[in-house]
T-cell receptor, first 115, second 115 residues
Framework: DTEVTQTPKHLVMGMTNKKSLKCEQH?????MYWYKQKAKKPPELMFV???????INESVPSRFSPECPNSSLLNLHLHALQPEDSALYLC??????????????FGEGSWLTVV | TQLLEQSPQFLSIQEGENLTVYCNSS?????LQWYRQEPGEGPVLLVT?????EVKKLKRLTFQFGDARKDSSLHITAAQPGDTGLYLC???????????????FGQGTRLTINP
């Protein structure tokens, strides 16, 4: 079962709201990722967690705050977003041990609209 | 600079025709993945290629990894309307950062198969 589950599927929030995106996987993967994808563009890496610790932050604004409560869960807390932050937010996971052929699996994404 | 150059960016052909999508780089990769993405959904893994010169088949799709592990191609035989979508190549640079993967994406090929 190669499944990464994201909720909610769609989210509309105001610029003063606080909301969270959630991601869950039960494949025993120890690396989890947040990507942002704008229309007609490839996904762009935001954060990487490895063994529940933040290992990569791609200079993402602080209005995006990731959290990894345990090895199966990954959250993205949103606060004071801007309309240009509207995008598809993708969660992904992969095995921690990096071997050739190691694969990243994506969730279906959360569509975020900031109004 | 784009690490992975994907071509063509757009392709519209008739049902039954054959097509090839290319993914090229000047860098060597430990592995390369092809994904297909539907509008509003996350990328779905099609294949991972690992060994230089490797060829993998998935029904009417044939994937090849270059001998030097710098490039890859996706060939579709007798394309069908159901093949319509965004095809993304993605690769892991040989230098792995902090044990997690910094997956690099090509710009994508938007494929339309007309009935």
């Amino acid at each position: 079962d190669t499944e990464v589950t994201q909720t909610p599927k769609h989210l509309v929030m105001g610029m003063t709201n606080k909301k969270s995106l959630k991601c869950e996987q039960h494949m025993g993967h120890r690396a989890m990722y947040w990507y942002k994808q704008k229309a007609k563009k490839p996904p762009e890496l935001m954060f990487v967690y490895s063994y529940e610790k933040l290992s990569i932050n791609e200079s993402v604004p602080s209005r995006f705050s990731p959290e990894c409560p345990n090895s199966s869960l990954l959250n993205l807390h949103l606060h004071a977003l801007q309309p240009e932050d509207s995008a598809l937010y993708l969660c992904a996971s992969s095995q921690r041990q990096v071997l050739s052929g190691n694969t990243i699996y994506f969730g279906e994404g959360s569509w975020l609209t900031v109004v | 600079t784009q690490l992975l150059e994907q071509s063509p960016q757009f392709l519209s052909i008739q049902e039954g025709e054959n097509l090839t999508v290319y993914c090229n780089s000047s860098s060597v990769f430990s592995s390369l993945q092809w994904y297909r993405q539907e509008p509003g959904e996350g990328p779905v893994l099609l294949v991972t290629v690992v060994t230089g010169g490797e060829v993998k088949k998935l029904k009417r799709l044939t994937f090849q990894f270059g001998d030097a592990r710098k490039d890859s191609s996706l060939h579709i035989t007798a394309a069908q309307p159901g093949d319509t979508g965004l095809y993304l190549c993605a690769a892991n640079p040989r230098v792995i950062i902090q044990g997690a993967q910094k997956l690099v994406f090509g710009q994508g090929t938007r494929l339309t198969i007309n009935p």
